[in-house]
């Protein structure tokens, strides 16, 4: 009979040691699957970003393609606006007194004159895969009218040409957050030096109360 009680009294501690390893065991899934996630946007950011600065044209349906399959289970989609990803791509320059002759915008002596963004970072080209109502760029976006809808002589699509680069204010980077280039004065590149900007953000894993499924996004730069 006692054989008996302790035998219940065993199955009723090892039932409420449940209420605490199984919680503890679905949170420790949900931070792993969470981290997870996050791992895969930022080598997403990278191979993008890698690519991007090495020329690669992800206006071109194949390697928007080859991009979607490096995302794997993110789910990035080569149809704008869907998808659970979206990877963006900006190339930015430092308008310096040499991007403003290069516009015509300097008087007799090589200084900046008429040059409104002098001084600034702005955008050269955006480009946008995936689903873009995800996540919102923290360098800002650039005016939609000023950016190239079709490719030609060589200027691919979503370029920004050097007259809307130097004076067009809706052109101007608004970096939000951690901003790399604090310089007003100099930046230490070389003139017309581009830097490349890759942002991925996807869809967060979500198990609640373990894992809210707030979106993960990462940024890397070239």
Not at 40 to 57: E, I, K, P, Y
């Given at each position: 009979?006692?054989?008996?009680?302790?035998?219940?009294?065993?199955?009723?501690?090892?039932?409420?040691?449940?209420?605490?390893?199984?919680?503890?065991l679905l949170g420790a899934i949900g931070?792993?699957?969470?981290?997870?996630?996050?791992?895969?946007?930022?080598?997403?950011?990278?191979?993008?970003g890698h690519m991007f600065a090495r020329?690669?044209?992800?206006?071109?349906?194949?390697?928007?393609?080859?991009?979607?399959?490096?995302?794997?289970?993110?789910?990035?989609?080569?149809?704008?606006?869907?998808?659970?990803?979206?990877?963006?791509?900006?190339?930015?320059?430092?308008?310096?007194?040499?991007?403003?002759?290069?516009?015509?915008?300097?008087?007799?002596?090589?200084?900046?004159?008429?040059?409104?963004?002098y001084q600034q970072w702005v955008f050269?080209?955006?480009?946008?895969?995936?689903?873009?109502?995800?996540?919102?760029?923290?360098?800002?976006?650039?005016?939609?009218?000023?950016?190239?809808?079709?490719?030609?002589?060589?200027?691919?699509?979503?370029?920004?040409?050097?007259?809307?680069?130097?004076?067009?204010?809706?052109?101007?980077?608004?970096?939000?957050?951690?901003?790399?280039?604090?310089?007003?004065?100099?930046?230490?590149?070389?003139?017309?030096?581009?830097?490349?900007?890759?942002?991925?953000?996807?869809?967060?894993?979500?198990?609640?109360?373990?894992?809210?499924?707030?979106?993960?996004?990462?940024?890397?730069?070239?």
């Amino acid at each position: 009979m006692r054989r008996r009680l302790q035998r219940g009294i065993a199955y009723i501690e090892f039932a409420f040691s449940l209420l605490v390893l199984i919680p503890l065991l679905l949170g420790a899934i949900g931070i792993g699957l969470s981290m997870h996630r996050q791992l895969q946007t930022v080598q997403l950011a990278r191979d993008a970003g890698h690519m991007f600065a090495r020329n690669v044209d992800f206006t071109l349906l194949g390697n928007q393609q080859v991009l979607s399959a490096v995302a794997g289970s993110l789910n990035l989609s080569t149809t704008l606006g869907s998808g659970n990803a979206v990877v963006i791509l900006s190339t930015v320059r430092y308008v310096d007194a040499t991007a403003c002759g290069l516009a015509g915008k300097v008087d007799s002596h090589g200084n900046p004159l008429g040059c409104t963004n002098y001084q600034q970072w702005v955008f050269a080209q955006r480009l946008v895969i995936g689903n873009n109502t995800l996540w919102n760029s923290s360098l800002g976006n650039p005016a939609s009218s000023i950016l190239s809808t079709v490719a030609s002589n060589g200027v691919p699509i979503g370029s920004v040409n050097i007259t809307n680069q130097v004076t067009n204010t809706t052109d101007v980077a608004t970096i939000t957050g951690f901003n790399p280039w604090n310089s007003t004065t100099s930046t230490g590149l070389p003139s017309g030096q581009w830097v490349y900007v890759a942002e991925a953000a996807a869809t967060g894993f979500r198990m609640p109360p373990f894992s809210s499924g707030n979106n993960t996004y990462a940024q890397i730069y070239f």
